[in-house]
């Protein structure tokens, strides 16, 4: 059994803490949260020992593993403190507000060797692994660009604040919203490296951005459009489309559908020539407990595994988390 | 429950696997009066029960049938609660004691956050009939049965460990509503280990349930193992795998299972809908006599 304890106890970290519940290889040995409202329900409905300081919590437990998933602005200060422990931990995105921050911490965790993950979920989506596997493979022959684009009914309306509407605590559509689509070409067409052109604009959110309009270049040169705006109804929830336009076909792939357009067959694949339309449970793999999406499931039995080491940890790193955060710079840079 | 039942996703753009075909269907059922028509041939059809999420455009759809007894007479409405994105979308804007406030009916929550967060295990599960009472309301003079917990309140109850919760909806929808507690699942045997373990027999189930194995977590085995051994009264819902698979192969496959009570399907087009529903009719007709 893998001893787990959670850091923060929010939206996020209530959804990992019922998965974490379920796993069959994992004693939660404790929640830590300083909603007192939040501990208060989880000690009197559930088995979790609940702390209202996290300190007391890591003294007194001594987790092998610790999932974090505070406000982003406490990240970096608290994944070090744990990595200094020798303590495997997985934190919730965007990784760091600084991207030395996220580079540093990179450094400790591989000297200390422990497992390291960020909780970029597209990557443990099926379609998405599929289209990697194409454009790998060569299918779409050289990629010439590609657009990106994420919609989703996030701020809709003038709203209250809170930290996701504090530019210095990691609110914004651009960190906390466009850095899954970022990370996400990162990982299928190659990192960003260059900005040619960004607007950030506000819709209804005041002091932050709520969208992210983005002309980009990937270190091997090549374009993109990156098209965020978290300000859109239409969308019953968070929608995010990449379409990748190669010299033999393009790939047009969301969550749940992924259309190949091929000149030519290939051969001995179930790919043919002209356009090819698969779904997602053409790929999903079963996962032993579902909430919200395999995804969420399978990011968090990697990570488990990885501590176990049973896989190796090269899915949602820090290395690739925090060149997703230099992204996010980047882009906040060109627009300032 | 009667063998099928119409389900709802279609008329929201819920489509698990096609984003793009969801917001075709936001905009072919912007109207209510869309939706009406749709369900009017479903009940044509011979499916006069309606599983439906406590979404927002529920309601005027409530007051149409309300208006015309006769013509909905036997019809019966599952609710199913609560619209999770509602308050998922309020959690992110809100946080967790944000979105109580504003969710919670009246003042009661801030009579109970006077007293300086000295709660009482019995508020919190007040607090939850209330906010069963404020999504029932729209559902006032109609036959509603059966009363689903949405899956993701389930699974997410069932993870935290949470069995509080399910025997006090349980109770609360036995007593208050005079209904029969369902529960919507994507863990279909997990739930059902645990609701035993928490006094609740026989539940009505109702889970993802196909050839595929689409979205069965624990696996096909699993849940084929648990129909035929187990007590529960099982709903299967996904049975085309989201439309992936073929009716005919998909609605074979579902009516070969022993222990399934009802089939839950939704459809835009009346041809799909008499598809269905006859496949339905006719393999159940071959099984029941190869029964024989």
Known sequence: MIKIALIGAGKMGISHLAILGAHPDVEVVGVADTTKMVTEVLSKYTNFQCFSDYNKMIEEERPDAVVVAVPTKYHASLVERLLNEGIHVFVEKPFCLNVNDGIALTKIANEKNLVNQVGYHNKFIGTFLEAKKLIDQGAIGEILHFSGDMNGPVVIKQKQSNWRSKPEEGGGCLMDYAAHLIDLINYLVAPISNIQGAILKSFYSGAVEDSVFSLVETENHISGVINVNWSDETYRKMSTQVTIIGSEGKIIVDATELKVYLKNDIVSSNYTKGWNIKHINDFSEDVDFYLRGEEYSAQMDHFIKAVQQKVPNHINNFESAAQTDYVIDLIRNYNN | ?292
Do not use: W
């Not at chain 2, 019809?75 to 967790?96: Q, S």
């Not at chain 2, 109970?112 to 209330?130: P, T």
């Not at chain 2, 373990?197 to 849940?223: H, Q, T, V, W």
């Open chain 2, 1 to 292: 429950m009667k063998r099928i039942l119409f389900g709802d996703n279609q008329f929201f753009g819920v489509n698990h696997i096609s984003d793009e075909k969801s917001r075709a269907q936001a905009i072919r059922f912007k109207e209510d009066a869309t939706i009406l028509n749709t369900l009017d041939k479903a009940i044509s059809n011979g499916v006069t029960t309606f599983m439906c999420t406590t979404h927002d455009r529920i309601a005027p759809l409530c007051d149409t049938i309300r208006k015309d007894p006769e013509k909905y007479e036997g019809f019966m409405m599952y609710p199913c609660l609560p619209y999770a994105h509602k308050y998922a979308n309020a959690v992110t804007e809100l946080g967790i004691v944000g979105t109580l406030k504003q969710y919670v009916p009246g003042n009661f929550f801030a009579s109970i956050f006077k007293g300086g967060y000295a709660f009482v295990s019995k508020d919190y599960i007040s607090m939850m009939e209330l906010m069963i009472d404020a999504e029932m309301k729209m559902f006032a003079g109609i036959n509603t049965p059966v009363i689903f917990l949405q899956n993701v309140i389930t699974d997410l109850l069932l993870g935290l460990g949470m069995k509080d919760f399910f025997r006090a909806y349980h109770s609360y929808i036995k007593h208050k509503y005079n209904a029969e507690p369902g529960y919507i699942t994507m863990n279909m045997p997990k739930l059902l280990d645990f609701l035993e373990s928490a006094g609740i027999e026989n539940p009505i189930i109702c889970s993802s349930i196909n050839i595929d194995g689409f979205r069965m977590s624990g696996g096909k085995e699993l849940y084929e193992h648990t129909l035929r051994t187990r007590n529960l009264r099982a709903i299967a819902m996904q049975v085309l795998s989201g439309g992936a698979t073929p009716p005919q192969k998909a609605i074979e496959y579902i009516c070969s299972l022993p222990g399934i009570e009802s089939i839950l399907f939704g459809a835009s087009s009346k041809a799909n809908i008499q598809e269905t529903v006859s496949l339905i009719r006719q393999y159940d007709k071959q099984f029941q006599f190869s029964e024989l």
